[in-house]
């Protein structure tokens, strides 16, 4: 090839210079190869591969394409002489990191004028793994080479596990169905027995190696790392290493002061069934406004608000960080429930907002595992359902906190402001996005507003005060009066499900029998306002599903029966 001819060659491959392509002269490769750092073959190799890979072109002018040819006589790597073949061994010993898979050094020299020109052919780095030079990542920026910013740090690192594979789906080898804790077995069982009632005595029959593939927890009867983590005896943890699953509680006084603490292991099925019942002082709250409106007796945390951001946390965590779950309880005020693991999707806000929930899981299977299981909810959503149980309780929102390689997820115990209870209750046709507005200013956090947000929220009539010192305006409840107020809050409040297993074995025990459709006629205008008839015929169904597993209930032809 000609160095006219090679000239044409590169102009057509390689047109221009962008994050994917860079053309360097570097007439002397001994100075160049290995230099000064930010301005060597070892710097750009390093920017190109923590972008999307690409190519090193070596040997011609920049802009002009003009070959003039690179000097390889002086330079040598371990003694050897300077080919292809060992400049990529060197590449890949003196970069961190770079993946030797889909690297490779093309060398042209020209027929007619002896010049040597390489191109290097750059793999994209390997999943959360930023390639190094010089003990320093690097990525390019317009036409300058730079140290890797932070933020471009940080998209490598929490990288979606779904762009590499699913470390939760991996089969562990050297495991089986003995490893796992027989109890959690049974646990799993029940639940996923709840969410296929139809098929209850099919479900029966199977062994546990049929419900295991069944609940899609091991993959043809092959032990994964999903199945040690949700059913693994805690001896069994090692099979994890170098990950870790561990949940970390610890109870702080309001001067956040240590008063207790406990490590829980796995299974994380038993563990956080552990934790919401007997470890975190769910006690009862009564909160009235202004003067005995609703003084109601309440459970400080409702169980899908205990359960859901801790069932979140294992299913989004980020294994390949090796850090523990840790769950924060501040006595009679707030859970603080943090994670490792950049949260995926947008934003919290978008997530709130959507109707659709985000498809997107770091662990997908732990996650589908998790849902057959009765630990996650089967149609997504469950931050925004987390948002609604605390805006029926007319409590604070939940704050996320994403920074650092960190989901951090508090939720409030008690109401702040008793104005924005007032609004909630007697504004009940309020959105999602207009609450977290309110509930921004509740917390006086001014800075997150927008113009447009609070001249929104001044046109309703809910907020006066300077932009740098807002307050809710307790005018709109004034004028209300309170009617409706306590009707309003019972009717929205979940009572505990022991409230409605009394009242069926009670009119059982009084009537002797009864139908489907004359249970339903007992609960449903007791059951909250908030949840459709679809949710309502379901909570049904588990009410009478729990009653016959307790052994207090039994069907015969349709119709139940109080057991003697």
């Not at 750092?37 to 040997?59: Q, W």
């Not at 609070?454 to 740098?468: H, M, Y």
């Not at 009242?503 to 007791?526: H, P």
Request: some cysteine; glycine content about 4%.
């Amino acid at each position: 090839m000609t160095e006219q001819e090679l000239q044409q060659y590169i102009r057509q491959r390689y047109p221009e210079e962008n994050a994917r392509c860079e053309w360097k002269e570097m007439k002397n490769l001994k100075n160049s190869f290995n230099g000064k750092e930010g301005n060597d073959v070892l710097s750009y190799v390093s920017a190109i591969a923590n972008m999307e890979g690409g190519e090193l072109v070596i040997g011609i002018k920049d802009k002009t394409l003009d070959i003039v040819g690179t000097d390889l006589s002086a330079l040598t790597f371990n003694g050897f002489m300077a080919t292809p073949l060992t400049a990529t061994f060197k590449l890949v010993e003196q970069c961190v990191n770079l993946s030797s898979e889909g690297l490779r050094i093309e060398e042209f020299v020209t027929d007619d004028s002896n010049k040597t020109v390489w191109i290097i052919h750059i793999p994209k780095h390997k999943p959360r793994r930023p390639v190094y030079a010089h003990r320093k990542a690097w990525q390019r920026i317009a036409d300058s080479l730079v140290e890797m910013t932070s933020e471009r740090e940080q998209r490598i690192l929490s990288e979606p596990s779904a762009a590499f594979g699913d470390w939760s789906a991996n089969i562990i080898e050297d495991a089986t169905i003995d490893d796992l804790d027989p109890e959690a077995i049974r646990m799993a069982r029940e639940k996923y027995a709840e969410r296929h009632e139809k098929k209850a005595k099919e479900i029966e029959s199977w062994d546990d190696v049929t419900f295991l593939n069944k609940a899609k927890i091991t993959r043809a009867g092959k032990i994964t790392n999903a199945a040690i983590i949700l059913l693994g005896r805690e001896e069994s943890e090692h099979f994890l290493s170098p990950a870790v699953c561990i949940i970390r509680w610890k109870l702080l006084t309001k001067d956040d002061k240590n008063k207790d603490f406990r490590n829980f292991h796995i299974p994380m099925i038993k563990a956080v069934d552990e934790i919401t019942k007997e470890y975190i002082r769910n006690n009862n709250y009564t909160y009235t406004v202004s003067g005995n409106i609703f003084p109601e007796n309440m459970k400080r945390y409702d169980m899908f608000t205990l359960r859901e951001p801790i069932n979140n946390a294992i299913g989004h965590q980020d294994y390949g960080m090796s850090t523990r779950i840790e769950l924060l309880e501040y006595e009679d005020e707030k859970l603080v429930i943090q994670n490792y693991g950049q949260f995926i999707p947008k934003s919290v806000e978008d997530v709130v907002e959507r109707d659709c929930p985000d498809s997107r899981y770091r662990n997908p299977f732990l996650m589908e595992a998790m849902c057959n299981v009765g630990m996650a909810d089967t149609e997504g959503g469950g931050i925004k359902k987390l948002f609604i149980e605390q805006k029926k309780r007319f409590f604070p929102m939940p704050i996320y906190t994403l920074s650092d390689q960190k989901v951090r997820c508090e939720i409030q115990g008690k109401v702040l402001d008793e104005n924005f209870a007032r609004i909630l209750v007697n504004n009940t046709e309020l959105s999602l996005p207009e609450i977290i507005l309110l509930d921004k200013i509740q917390k006086k956090k001014y800075a997150d507003l927008t113009n447009d947000a609070i001249a929104l929220l001044r046109q309703k009539g809910f907020v006066e005060g300077r932009k740098t010192n807002l307050y809710l305006s307790y005018k709109v409840v004034e004028s209300s009066k309170h009617i409706g107020l306590k009707a309003s809050y019972i009717k929205n409040k979940s009572f505990d499900d022991s409230y409605y297993k009394k009242l069926i074995v009670d009119y059982l025990r009084k009537f002797d029998s009864a139908s489907r459709k004359e249970i339903e006629e007992l609960l449903m205008d007791k059951l909250p306002e908030v949840l459709d008839e679809t949710q309502k015929y379901n909570k049904v169904t588990n009410l009478l599903a729990s009653l016959r597993k307790e052994g207090k209930i039994y069907v015969k032809r349709r119709i139940w029966f109080l057991c003697k």
